[in-house]
């Protein structure tokens, strides 16, 4: 009788891939975490109970499905388990290695609540991707037939590139406009390397152009090329630019030198990743190295700033946040890995000012967490008289970001946007209050995970095909 491959939970215990040594990862922004063997992630997938309700799958925002390429790595079966997830999510290998599993699937695995132990799911999905990559089941996309029509999509970040490959393997002609000078957004210029090294984002963009995709960089819509010309040039178009704008602290002395927004300190270290020449960098306006550094802020992007500036070789890493441990936002696996590396945490504190020309240090006012808010954390409170310095020659602000105002900055009418600023779209369909113009990702929902994006991505293709092909359809029916 062949061995049951499956609900292998009550005797083999979880076990993530080799986490390297925070001595050793802190030296370096090579991945934290080893790949897993494949007999390993065999072994790992078989713990899948198979339930019949699978909550990681209903958690997941792609619905990936999860159980069933967790029994085919099970078995051996490496190649359907890639096509079964490619399926559902266009970057698997992302999302493997970035989304906050311990909040979405693994967070609701039923093994996870009868007391076992998570599947590690985010590490087989990984794994899974890896291999295809490795064996070449990665292919180029190649349209059954081409079509004439063409869709322009502005913003290189994973809601667009989602949407670009859908369309592509529809057949449709898409060209992708962005800012900067490589395509992938955040995931290029945002995330650290030892969250996602930069060849694994850099193959799936080569993958979109070797399958067509035209990609024209170094674009600035509304100086470089205007909005209007984008619509005159395609069928239809998205608007997937995220949010960049990052969110200001109206403070004493914030404008002091040393006082660096996140998204202009990690980009700049992604950069020198990437072989660059970076003048703030070499300047040591965007570099911890020799520095006392505090952080502002509880999200991811926070965690990426404290654990870069311990990479770069800070004398110390502080980082401030305004609630608790139990209330922040950001990843608790994130947490923990940041203070395996040195980092500490001072919790229920909350920036008041800066002190110095150039800055010196970060005046301090101590919180406590009050009655709940609207979304039914505690509130903090400030608690008067127990301000404090906190020595620093680098502050980083991490406090989130927020939409720019694209109808001005596009010299753009009749694009509606939300009391937020975000553009306001469907929500099912995604469609503006401008015809054939369709947005998607963080430009419309706010400042969220890429796993969100790229739903939204795929979602708006479908739309967006469903309104190229109505004419035809009408005439048809003509």
Not at 109 to 138: L, P
Not at 380 to 393: F, K, Q, S, T
Not at 418 to 423: F, L
Not at 471 to 477: E, G, L, R
């Amino acid at each position: 009788m062949a061995k049951q491959r499956m609900l292998q939970f009550v005797d083999v215990e979880r076990d993530m891939p080799e986490k390297r040594a925070p001595v050793l990862r802190k030296t370096d922004f090579d991945e934290i975490y080893a790949d897993y063997a494949s007999e390993k992630a065999a072994v790992q997938a078989g713990r899948c109970s198979q339930c019949g309700v699978p909550y990681c799958q209903s958690h997941c925002p792609l619905h990936n499905n999860i159980p069933d390429w967790l029994r085919l790595t099970a078995e051996g079966r490496l190649q359907e388990a890639y096509d079964l997830s490619q399926a559902t999510n266009t970057f698997p290998e992302i999302c493997g290695r970035i989304c906050p599993q311990d909040r979405l699937c693994e967070g609701n695995c039923v093994i996870e609540q009868s007391g076992h132990g998570t599947v590690t799911i985010g590490a087989v999905e990984k794994y899974i991707t890896d291999t295809a990559f490795e064996q070449g089941w990665v292919k180029p996309i190649r349209p059954a037939q081409e079509r004439s029509e063409s869709v322009g999509i502005i913003g290189a970040g994973p809601g667009g590139l989602a949407a670009a490959d859908a369309l592509r393997r529809k057949g449709i002609q898409v060209t992708v406009y962005d800012r900067y000078d490589r395509a992938g957004g955040l995931m290029t210029y945002g995330i650290p390397g030892f969250k996602l090294e930069k060849d694994i984002v850099m193959q799936r963009i080569e993958q979109l152009r070797d399958g067509g995709v035209e990609f024209v960089l170094n674009c600035d819509v509304g100086e470089d090329i205007s909005f209007d010309a984008i619509r005159g040039k395609h069928e239809a178009v998205l608007i997937a630019t995220g949010v960049y704008k990052s969110r200001g602290l109206k403070a004493p002395g914030v404008g002091a030198e040393g006082v660096v927004r996140a998204i202009d300190y990690l980009t700049a270290s992604n950069r020198k990743s990437f072989g660059d020449v970076v003048e703030e960098f070499e300047s040591g306006e965007l570099n911890a190295s020799g520095k006392r550094v505090v952080v502002i802020g509880g999200g991811d992007t926070a965690m990426d700033c404290v654990r870069t500036a311990v990479r770069q070789g800070a004398t110390s890493v502080k980082c401030l946040y305004r609630r608790d441990r139990e209330n922040m936002p950001g990843s608790q696996r994130e947490v923990q890995n940041a203070e395996e590396e040195g980092v500490e945490f001072v919790w229920l504190t909350a920036p008041k000012g800066f002190s110095g020309d150039t800055v010196e240090g970060v005046i301090v006012q101590r919180m406590r967490l009050g009655a709940p808010d609207a979304s039914g954390r505690q509130s903090p409170e400030l608690i008067e008289g127990a301000d404090y310095v906190e020595d620093a020659e680098l502050a980083i602000m991490a406090l989130g970001f927020e939409p720019e105002d694209l109808p001005k900055l596009w010299g753009v009418e009749g694009l509606e946007v939300t009391r937020w600023g975000t553009v306001k779209a469907d929500f099912r369909s995604h469609a503006t209050s401008l015809d054939g113009v369709y947005a998607a990702g963080d430009i419309v929902r706010g400042a969220s995970l890429v796993v969100w994006a790229i739903r939204d991505g795929r979602e708006a293709a479908d739309s967006i095909l469903e309104y190229i092909n109505a004419p035809q359809a009408a005439v048809a029916a003509e």
